[in-house]
């Protein structure tokens, strides 16, 4: 049961302990009244193996076990024992319309949890000893009905660690990049709602072979505004949008540095040891007891109009010594046992059904799948030849790019014809296109005279490059002994070549070797075209 989707994505941490095979049959419904419901239909018709019930559906059968990542007294109306967990990293937030004021935090206050002076849940799940007293405290009725369970989700995620490669991979992150995670909650005292354009300053100021930018947004901000829209900018210059169905879990795994709130996501990230750094702490809508609040003023603070790389680079250098892990520790208890105390939880509702006898199995998160934006089309430059190495750092042209710090390099796909005039480099990313690669050099040269290298892709790290005095060679990545070859894309390979023969006018690059640094260090070797060779 369900009455959000951020509920309902915590629910699917849970039910895999119940195993189908044992003869239980999965059932799914909406709990009505939450402002934040909208999409929550689709998705629960998206899930495998679960019949969805309309809500006079449920409450007009019995069942032998309800279970709910969030608690609403309305919930009394299901013919069944109901279970109820957090649906974050334990209970933190003040929110006055559900609890009805005070300072019990959402999920232990009287208004939610009791009917007519009695608990409405048969068993309210706890991640953490230290929640025991505040509900005590909160609502001292429901004390009995209390039971430290841990936190599936964080389990997961330790779980999930072994896929940090594979999770990297899909989101582009490898050959040297850093990722970082832009984490907000809802509300006007989250990260975004203070600092709305940090994403966008965040892609735009980092360079994009040494860092690549993810954003996790709560699903409250998606049910209720047009997340694509406003982050629209930032996606055109490289930002990875994570839906808010899933994904953040193997993001936050595939970090190395979150930038967030007070919402769960950036207390998770600092309790898997990622470099956290808080952009708001949103105490007006804490719990002053709770450990997010404590978290809130212990984090590394970031400021959002300052530099933003030496804050990331200072905040690595001191990771060590933040004190984080003993901060989070206080809502994560139980930690890697939360799949086996629910599941003997949960199967000691169900009459005639036998606890399995082997350890439940915790599954680790799929691989994220960031919304697509299309690749960077323009890029601005800065690069310089030191000790035989070209040394780059890119960043992404946006619509109101005023002035190159560098100089101009873009892929062919680039739309603002002003821009590619102004480029020294333009690039085909894409092997196999029309045009056969030298055709495509040539008409590239003559639309173009500014030009002084433009670049098709071969594939299998191959690339034809034009030179401005009409040179043709073509480049191979090469690498090391034991290493795979790290080949470079298009425009970073015509970009280093622009920057060398700027550096040494008239060099032939006949069999040479370009190496160049832009987060990770790749290796080319040129040849010239064989005598005789069609073209």
């Not at 072994?162 to 995670?181: C, F, P, S």
């Not at 200072?314 to 990771?319: L, N, R, S, V």
């Amino acid at each position: 049961m369900t009455r959000t989707l951020t509920s309902a994505t915590r629910v699917l941490d849970v039910l895999p302990v119940l195993r189908p095979r044992d003869g239980i049959e999965l059932y799914a419904t909406v709990n009505p009244g939450s402002a934040f419901a909208a999409g929550l239909a689709d998705f629960l018709d998206s899930l495998p193996g679960i019949t969805v019930l309309s809500w006079e559906q449920a409450v007009g059968r019995p069942f032998d076990l309800a279970v709910a990542c969030t608690v609403n007294r309305s919930m009394r109306r299901l013919r069944a024992p109901l279970v109820v967990l957090p649906h974050g990293a334990g209970y933190n937030r003040l929110v006055p319309l559900t609890t009805g004021g005070g300072r019990a935090p959402a999920g232990l206050s009287r208004r939610e949890l009791t009917w007519r002076g009695k608990p409405v849940p048969a068993v309210i799940g706890l991640s953490h000893e230290e929640q025991l007293e505040r509900l005590r405290l909160a609502c001292p009725e429901a004390l009995p009905r209390a039971r430290v369970v841990g936190d599936p989700c964080f389990d997961r995620l330790e779980r999930s660690l072994a896929e940090r490669d594979r999770y990297r991979a899909r989101l582009g992150v490898g050959g040297g990049r850093k990722l970082v995670v832009v984490s907000s909650t809802w509300n006007t005292h989250s990260a975004l709602g203070r600092f709305p354009d940090l994403p966008l300053r965040l892609v735009r100021e980092l360079p994009v072979d040494e860092y690549a930018v993810a954003v996790v947004l709560h699903p409250n901000i998606w049910a209720r505004h047009n997340p694509l829209g406003l982050l629209r900018e930032a996606e055109q210059a490289g930002l990875l949008v994570i839906p808010p169905q899933g994904g953040w879990q193997a993001a936050l795994v595939a970090a190395d540095w979150v930038i967030g709130d007070h919402g769960s996501v950036s207390f998770y990230g600092a309790a898997l040891d990622r470099t956290t750094l808080l952009a708001a702490t949103g105490e007006q809508e804490l719990d002053p007891d709770s450990p997010a609040y404590a978290f809130g003023r212990g984090a590394p603070a970031l400021d959002p109009g300052g530099p933003l790389e030496p804050q990331l680079l200072k905040a690595a250098e001191t990771h060590g010594s933040s004190g984080l892990a003993e901060l989070t520790a206080r809502s994560l208890g139980a930690r890697g046992q939360s799949a086996r105390i629910l599941r003997g939880l949960l199967y000691s509702f169900l009459d005639g059904v036998e606890e399995p006898a082997e350890e439940p199995w915790v599954e680790p998160y799929a691989p994220p799948q960031p919304v697509d934006a299309g690749p960077v089309t323009a890029y601005d430059v800065v690069g310089e030849l030191t000790g035989g190495e070209v040394r780059l750092r890119r960043h992404p042209v946006g619509p109101d790019h005023e002035e190159a710090l560098g100089f101009y390099a873009v892929t062919d796909a680039e739309s603002r014809l002003g821009r590619k005039h102004s480029a020294e480099v333009i690039a085909r990313t894409e092997p196999g296109g029309e045009l056969e690669p030298l055709a495509w050099l040539e008409q590239a040269a003559a639309r173009l005279p500014g030009l002084a290298v433009a670049v098709a892709a071969l594939g299998e790290g191959r690339h034809l490059v034009r030179l401005r005095s009409g040179t043709v060679l073509e480049a191979r990545a090469v690498a090391e002994w034991g290493a795979a070859p790290a080949a470079p894309d298009a425009v970073l390979l015509g970009s280093a070549v622009a920057v060398r023969l700027a550096a040494r006018p008239g060099e032939d690059l006949t069999s040479a070797d370009l190496v160049i640094r832009a987060g990770a260090v790749r290796r080319v070797r040129f040849t010239a075209r064989p005598a005789g060779a069609a073209g």
